[in-house]
């Protein structure tokens, strides 16, 4: 897996293929992204890449308090992740001779996430690098992760798309019903319980899901956009994240 980019999706449009065909485009606003952490095989078992989006504070809450911006919304914990702080801890480490940990500088941010680098390969990036759209330059096809939208406690009719009960006369407060799930306990053989994998009712959404193989459209370098042909998961402006699809065919 190669190194990606956060973003936020805006919505869906449509636009003119090469062909002049009409194609179906999510709008994603991806980047900039900053480079928060390097992790290598040698001192954190695995090589990966995490990177930031989003500042944690808007433009306005920056306006109303510069000087004070870090403290107005971020714990102590955000604020150390991406800069050096002049803490007893800090102090006592450099005091034995412990080298310091790169920072990135920045802003804290609101949506954190890795990318894991195959093997123990130079991954490219170093802490406080900017990744924008630039990124995909050349790539024809993304996977896009994000978190669909959450319905909390449905039923089986729109959890799962039973058609229900009887809904004619005699039928009594079945219509939504689930029906039997087949596990008496009698002599037949049955084994007296609920099978695992059973749809029934419970909790529906709010559960990562990746799309694959999407084609990406165009590369809005200026307005740091990506058009991606067909529709990605989450609701409108939900957090995402896009890298090169590793699909063949």
Do not use: W
Not at 20 to 30: C, R
Not at 88 to 95: H, I, L, T, V
Not at 98 to 117: H, L, M, T
Not at 181 to 205: D, E, V
């Amino acid at each position: 897996m190669t190194v990606g980019l956060l973003g936020r999706k805006i919505g869906m449009t449509q636009v003119y293929g090469e062909d002049g065909i009409i194609l179906p485009v999510t709008v994603i606003e991806a980047g900039p992204c900053t480079v928060l952490q390097v992790r290598s095989t040698d001192k954190d078992g695995y090589s990966a890449v995490q990177v930031g989006f989003d500042d944690k504070l808007s433009d306005a809450d920056k306006e109303r308090s510069p000087d004070r911006r870090n403290r107005k919304r971020a714990s102590k914990a955000e604020r150390g992740h991406v800069k050096k702080l002049a803490s007893n801890r800090q102090k006592s480490r450099e005091a034995a001779g412990v080298a310091a940990v790169p920072k990135a500088e920045c802003e804290p941010k609101r949506y954190i996430r890795e990318f894991r680098i195959e093997g123990n390969g130079d991954t490219g990036c170093e802490v406080g690098q900017e990744l924008t759209v630039s990124l995909f330059d050349g790539v024809e096809r993304v996977d896009v992760v994000g978190t669909n939208k959450g319905r909390g406690s449905a039923g089986v009719m729109k959890r799962h798309n039973f058609s229900g009960g009887p809904a004619s006369h005699g039928a009594k407060k079945v219509h939504r019903r689930g029906g039997s799930i087949g596990a008496h306990a009698t002599n037949r053989g049955t084994s007296g319980r609920i099978s695992k994998g059973k749809r029934m009712n419970g909790r529906y959404g709010n559960a990562r899901i990746t799309v694959r193989n999407l084609k990406l459209v165009k590369v809005d370098a200026e307005n740091h956009l990506l058009l991606v042909c067909g529709a990605i998961p989450g609701p409108n402006g939900g957090y995402v994240m896009i890298r090169k699809t590793n699909k063949l065919g």
